[in-house]
């Protein structure tokens, strides 16, 4: 079956400092490739896609690259605002089913002023 | 345009009662996924409804149920509660099954607790 693998946490950075959460996956196919952000008290918010090979999804200064040959989607960011503090989700739909999101366990992050 | 809506936000129950939580997704969307989260277990898809018929289900046994209505709000049922149904049950909605419509948009969750 399908499955996501996530950095261990939690993870503790200093404001402006370099961000990297790892991701790797197993699945069939060409899964489309997610990461989700989970505020305290809140649902799940779509951070940023990709749903093929070499596609580098981007927001709000985060970036993932779809790397079919190390299966692997990465979250980084260049420079971490406190603000940036919450729990990541990386997720993949599989290409057949893409209700049926596999999530990783999540990795929480907290930014230091 | 409102996002996905869930109520209860929060409820409190005891072993071998019921519960129903409620979705009404982001207008226009047709088709509606529940997933649970628990701190061991991490996020775990229950099922996906459209037109009012289940497409998929994941790996929870048959307490856990489902259904549709035609206006694609959607409700879930847990009978026979276990201390281990204690999580947060996110719902999320999508414009339809097509594979091309990926992107999900999450509830802010019903948080259920079984004493």
């Known amino acids: 079956g399908n499955s996501v693998t996530q950095m261990e946490g939690p993870v503790t950075l200093s404001e402006e400092a370099f961000l990297t959460i790892n991701c790797t996956y197993t699945?069939?196919?060409?899964?489309?490739l997610f990461w989700y952000v989970q505020y305290p008290g809140e649902g799940l918010q779509l951070l940023l896609k990709?749903?093929?090979?070499?596609d580098k999804g981007s927001n709000k200064g985060f970036e993932a690259t779809y790397r079919k040959e190390t299966t692997s989607f990465h979250l980084e960011k260049g420079s971490v605002q406190v603000s940036d503090s919450a729990v990541y989700f990386c997720?993949?739909?599989?290409?057949?089913?893409?209700?049926?999101?596999?999530f990783g366990d999540g990795t929480t992050l907290t930014v230091k002023p | 345009k409102a996002g996905v809506t869930q109520t209860p936000r929060y409820l409190i129950k005891t072993r071998g009662q019921q519960v129903t939580l409620s979705c009404s997704p982001i207008?226009?969307?047709?088709?509606v996924s529940w997933y649970q989260q628990t701190p061991g277990q991490g996020l775990q898809f229950l099922f996906e409804y459209f037109s009012e018929t289940q497409r998929n289900k994941g790996n929870f046994p048959g307490r856990f149920s489902g259904r549709q209505f035609s206006n694609s709000r959607s409700e879930m049922n847990v009978s026979t509660l276990e201390l281990g149904d204690s999580a947060l049950y996110l719902c999320a909605s999508r414009t339809s099954p097509e594979v091309s419509s990926y992107e999900q948009y999450f509830g802010p969750g019903t948080r259920l607790t079984v004493t």
């Open positions: 990709a749903t093929k090979a070499d």
């Open positions: 207008s226009g969307h047709r088709s």
């Open positions: 699945a069939t196919g060409y899964p489309s």
């Open positions: 997720a993949l739909s599989p290409s057949t089913n893409a209700g049926k999101s596999t």
